[in-house]
């Protein structure tokens, strides 16, 4: 009896030490996009942040590029936080929103339509920058299943050393110094800052479409997370961000507008908006109108906080002890971004 007790323990003992080995393992050679592709790490620096957001923002580049938190809260008292990723599909969007609603409930989710145009799954390394950092869970496991490509294996996934096991070669310092924690955020609260100056020359010539509407796919998932958002109390808007690269076709507008109307959504083309924005396509741009740099996204921020008061029962938190120093904080790391980066341009 002492023999067999003897060897289970063994077995049981290696069996951890195994585990062990291969987590930390995995650990090291899954990348942790710190210097290069940064906005691989904006899906798990969500899970840090433990104040409340009145509102949550979900998409692509467009919105992790283009609003400000920080202006949100210092102007309106706003607490938020975006829920972007590069090339978020929107039925990534939907289950990264359906995972964010188990441990809060938003008064008001804003989604960017751009996404809306893929209709199918896009990308492996987008998705594994999108859903590599989420939380198991069901909302992760339906996001994967969605947005596999072909050729990829769900179990990589669950165990990531199937696919990172070659990247011995590409280590660098960060992997290491990242090996089992995040270091620090490279966010202020999902929003990649960036103060490069670089105007927008021309207005691109877009490309003719074959079928002037958008996915039946992407509308379905829409319908969704339309739904998700009814159910929980949510009040959904709409927007397209004011960069001018990607095209917007009109179509794609009036396919949004339906959908809106139908529902009785706001949608806010915020091309249309430019003017009243202030955004002036010369300065506010860090890569030829693609994207906001920082001094857009405050103007964006600013204009945009000013409706959201104006069109819902929006609290101005700002006396809030608790909220009051976690935005005191990120608007501290936040100008010391800026004064770096913009002594280094």
């Known amino acids: 009896m002492k023999r067999t007790v003897l060897t289970i323990g063994g077995v049981l003992l290696a069996c951890i030490l195994l585990f062990g080995v291969l987590f930390a393992v995995t650990r090291l050679l899954m990348p942790k996009y710190r210097t290069a592709s940064i906005e691989?790490?904006?899906?798990?620096?969500?899970?840090?942040?433990?104040?409340?957001?009145?509102?949550?923002f979900v998409g692509d580049?467009?919105?992790?590029?283009?609003?400000?938190?920080?202006t949100l809260y210092d102007a309106y008292g706003i607490p938020s936080y975006i829920r972007g990723s590069a090339q978020q599909l929107v039925w990534q969007s939907y289950y990264l929103l359906e995972d964010a609603l188990k441990t809060e409930t938003p008064k008001v989710v804003v989604y960017n339509v751009l996404a809306l145009k893929y209709g199918e799954p896009q990308s492996e390394?987008?998705?594994?920058?999108?859903?590599?950092?989420?939380?198991?869970?069901?909302?992760?496991?339906?996001?994967?299943?969605?947005?596999m490509t072909d050729g990829e294996d769900f179990m990589s996934y669950v165990f990531p050393l199937l696919r990172f096991h070659a990247r011995w070669s590409e280590l660098k310092e960060e992997d290491f110094s990242c090996w089992f924690g995040q270091g620090e955020p490279v966010s202020y609260h999902g929003y990649l800052l960036r103060t490069e100056v670089r105007p927008?020359?021309?207005?691109?010539?877009?490309?003719?479409?074959?079928?002037?509407?958008?996915?039946?796919?992407?509308?379905?998932?829409?319908a969704?997370?339309?739904?998700?958002?009814?159910?929980?109390?949510?009040?959904?808007v709409l927007i397209k961000s004011p960069s001018i690269e990607p095209y917007w076709y009109p179509e794609w507008d009036a396919d949004v507008q339906a959908f809106a109307q139908q529902r009785g959504l706001w949608y806010v083309n915020m091309i249309d908006e430019n003017d009243s924005i202030g955004i002036d396509m010369q300065t506010d741009t860090c890569d030829m109108g693609q994207h906001l740099n920082v001094y857009g996204a405050e103007?964006?921020?600013?204009?945009?906080?000013?409706?959201l008061?104006?069109?819902?029962?929006?609290?101005?938190?700002?006396?809030?002890?608790v909220l009051d120093a976690e935005y005191r904080a990120l608007r501290e790391r936040y100008e010391t971004e800026i004064q770096r980066l913009t002594e280094g341009n």
């Open 40 to 56: 691989g790490s904006l899906t798990g620096e969500y899970y840090r942040d433990t104040t409340p957001h009145d509102v949550l």
């Open 299 to 307: 103007k964006l921020s600013w204009w945009f906080g000013a409706e």
């Open 125 to 147: 390394a987008y998705n594994r920058m999108t859903l590599d950092g989420m939380r198991w869970g069901g909302a992760k496991i339906g996001a994967i299943r969605a947005s």
């Open 224 to 236: 969704k997370l339309a739904s998700l958002c009814r159910d929980k109390g949510i009040e959904l």
């Open 309 to 321: 008061k104006r069109r819902y029962d929006l609290a101005d938190r700002r006396g809030d002890a």
């Open 61 to 70: 580049c467009e919105v992790f590029s283009n609003f400000s938190p920080v």
């Open 200 to 222: 927008a020359t021309e207005t691109p010539i877009p490309p003719v479409l074959q079928d002037p509407h958008l996915p039946k796919t992407s509308m379905e998932w829409l």
